[in-house]
């Protein structure tokens, strides 16, 4: 069945250097939805960002990711950590053959330290 | 427009008692789905709704979980009879349905959640 991986359960940074939030997945379908999810403390998760097109980025909010095919891989990045990016990611997959069942990772709970 | 509606916000249930929660989605999305959330399996899909037909009962969940969608715009989660192991976020979500073919994908707004906690 579909799955979606996410290494890291924490990760802590200091401000200003950079992020990166690992997630690959599994599908035997060709031609996946990944999505990024965001939930900040005492909040409910809220769509980042979204992609299902090969080897193009996508930006949001300062955040960017790619998906690579080739890798299954839809890793989360930004070039400069800020505190108020501490929050939960969760990476999700759509196979599309499912109507909107999403399916999520474990998230990682990333933590940006002054 | 009001986005999703959970209440309660918090519960607090015995062992062995049955508790509902309830979710009102975005007016006019077609899609409803309850979510438990802990810190260590994340977001696990409980139930999911297509214009009330129910599309998806998470297996592990089935015994004890019960979904229902009375109309378009309510939903309950019955847990009957309740654990600790239970203890968890309930997070309802909603969308519009998607349109593959237009690669349009129907994003899910999340309610608050209802905090359930079993002693």
């Known amino acids: 069945g579909d799955s979606v991986t996410q290494t890291e359960g924490l990760v802590t940074l200091t401000e200003g250097l950079p992020v990166m939030l690992n997630c690959t997945y599994q599908t035997i379908y060709s031609n996946p939805f990944l999505f990024w999810y965001v939930q900040h403390l005492n909040e409910s998760p809220r769509l980042l960002l979204k992609s299902f097109t090969d080897n193009k980025r996508t930006e949001h909010q300062g955040f960017h990711a790619t998906l690579h095919k080739s890798s299954s891989s839809f890793h989360l990045q930004k070039s400069s950590a800020q505190l108020s990016d501490s929050a939960l990611y969760y990476c999700?997959?759509?196979?599309?053959?499912?109507?909107?069942?999403?399916?999520f990772g474990t998230g990682t709970k990333l933590t940006v330290e002054p | 427009d009001a986005g999703v509606t959970q209440t309660p916000r918090h519960e607090v249930a015995e062992k062995g008692q049955t508790i509902i929660l309830k979710c009102e989605p975005v007016?006019?999305?077609?899609?409803l789905f309850w979510y438990r959330q802990t810190k260590i399996q994340g977001l696990e899909l409980l139930s999911y709704?297509?214009?009330?037909?129910?599309?998806?009962d998470g297996g592990a969940f089935k015994d004890r979980f019960k979904a229902e969608m009375l109309n378009s715009s309510f939903s309950t989660l019955k847990i009957q009879p309740t654990e600790p192991k239970d203890s968890a976020v309930y997070l309802c979500?909603?969308?519009?349905?998607?349109?593959?073919?237009?690669?349009?994908?129907?994003?899910?707004?999340f309610g608050p959640g209802t905090r359930l906690t079993v002693l």
């Open positions: 999700a997959l759509s196979d599309r053959s499912n109507y909107n069942v999403l399916y």
């Open positions: 007016s006019g999305h077609n899609d």
């Open positions: 979500a909603s969308s519009l349905a998607p349109d593959w073919g237009g690669a349009n994908y129907a994003e899910q707004f």
């Open positions: 709704f297509r214009s009330k037909s129910l599309m998806e």
